[in-house]
C-alpha cells in the first residue's frame, strides 16, 4: 500500500485553498494540471511509498513517539508558487509562512523515525507547502505562471493538534486517503 505522513489542513484553509484554485483554473484554463480537490488538500511531512501491511504498525508506533514529544505548533498558510520554478513549473503550492522552525523540527523527527525501519531519507531540502496541483505539461502555463507571481494572499492559519499516517488509494479520478493512525502532538487529545 501507497503511505504517507501529512497534517491535515481545517476545512476553512481547505476551502480558501480550494477557491484559490478554481480561480489560477478560471485564469489559466488552458493549463494541463491536474488540481487536487480541496477535501484532498493536505500538507505532507514525508512520502513512504510502499509499504507492506505488517510494517504498518511499526511505523504508526515510531511516529507515535514523536508525536508525543513534539508540541502543538502554529501554522500560516500564504501565497502561491511552483515547484521548481516558473520556467518549467511541475507543482503548484500554497505556502506555510508561519510556523516554519516547528514543522521543520517534525519534519526532521519524521524522517529519523521512519529511517531505521528502511525508508531512505529525503535529499532535498523539506519546504512546507500544500500541493495544490503538478502540471502535466507546459502546454497553457504561461497565464497560470503570471497569476501565481501576482498572488499573496493569506489562506488561513491554525494549529496543529495531530500528525496522521495515510494510505492513498489511487483512482483514475484522482488519489483517495484513507487515514490509518491519528497521532496526537504532546498534551493534545484527538
Same mark, same amino acid.
Given at each position: ?11 476553512? +484553509? ?12 478560471v ?9 487536487v480537490?480541496?477535501a ?9 511509498g ?14 507515535a ?7 502543538q ?23 506555510i ?13 519524521v ?10 531519507p ?5 519546504r ?7 502540471v ?26 495531530? +500528525? ?22 504532546g498534551?493534545?487529545?484527538?
Open positions: 500500500m501507497r503511505c504517507f505522513v501529512a497534517i491535515d489542513l481545517p476545512a476553512d +484553509v481547505r476551502g480558501a485553498l480550494g477557491a484559490a484554485g478554481d480561480d489560477l483554473r485564469v489559466a484554463p488552458r493549463a494541463d494540471v491536474r488540481w480537490g480541496a484532498a488538500l493536505h500538507l505532507t511531512l514525508k512520502f513512504l510502499e509499504v507492506p501491511e505488517e510494517r504498518v504498525a511499526a511505523i504508526r508506533d515510531s511516529l513517539a514523536i508525536a508525543a514529544a513534539t508540541r505548533m502554529t501554522l500560516t498558510c500564504a501565497g502561491l508558487g511552483v515547484f521548481p520554478g516558473p520556467s518549467r513549473p511541475r507543482v503548484v503550492w500554497a505556502g509562512t508561519d510556523g516554519l522552525p516547528e514543522l521543520g523540527s517534525l519534519a526532521a523527527a524522517e529519523r523515525a521512519v529511517e531505521p525501519l528502511g525508508f531512505a529525503e535529499r532535498r531540502p523539506f512546507g507547502h500544500v500541493t495544490l496541483g503538478r502535466r505539461s507546459p502546454r497553457g502555463c504561461g497565464p497560470l505562471a503570471r497569476a501565481i507571481d501576482a498572488r499573496g494572499t493569506r489562506y488561513g492559519t491554525w494549529k496543529v493538534a495531530h +500528525v496522521v499516517l495515510y494510505r492513498s488509494h489511487l483512482r483514475r479520478t484522482g488519489s483517495v486517503y484513507e487515514p490509518l493512525a491519528t497521532l496526537p502532538l498534551g493534545c487529545v484527538v
